[in-house]
C-alpha cells in the first residue's frame, strides 16, 4: 500500500516496493483500490509496474489516476512497484495483494 493509505499520501515521494517470493514460484499482484493525481501522461504522480527477469526489471506499466494496473502474475519471483508523488495535490494511493503460485 502507499504511505498513510488510505489517508492520503505525502508530496515529493519515491519509494520502491520489492514483492519477492520463493524461487521456483510466481507472483499474482492484484490491486484492489488505486486513487492518485492523473496526467494526461502521468507526470505528476505515478506508479510504475516492473516484472524482474533474470535480475533486469522489465517496465510493464505506468499507471495513474484512478487508471489501476491489471492483475499480473510474475515471470520469475519478483515484481517491483516504484510510487511517485510530486509537489502537490495527493490522494488516497493504493492498495494491493498478493499471493504466491506455487
Ligand atoms: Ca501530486
Redesign the pocket.
Known amino acids: 500500500m502507499s504511505p498513510n493509505y488510505p489517508d492520503e499520501y505525502d508530496?515529493l515521494l519515491d519509494c520502491e516496493y520489492r514483492i519477492v517470493v520463493a524461487p521456483g514460484t510466481s507472483v499474482d499482484l492484484t490491486f484492489v483500490d488505486f486513487s492518485?493525481?492523473g496526467g494526461s501522461s502521468c507526470q505528476?504522480?505515478y506508479l510504475e509496474l516492473y516484472d524482474v527477469v533474470s535480475g533486469v526489471p522489465v517496465l510493464l506499466g505506468v499507471y495513474c489516476g484512478t487508471d489501476a494496473p491489471p492483475d499480473t502474475t510474475s515471470t520469475e519471483n519478483e515484481l517491483r512497484l516504484v510510487f511517485h508523488?510530486?509537489?502537490?495535490?495527493?490522494?488516497n494511493g493504493f492498495l494491493a495483494n498478493y499471493v504466491t503460485n506455487s
Do not use: A, K, L, T
Open positions: 508530496i492518485m493525481e505528476n504522480d508523488s510530486d509537489s502537490s495535490v495527493g490522494d
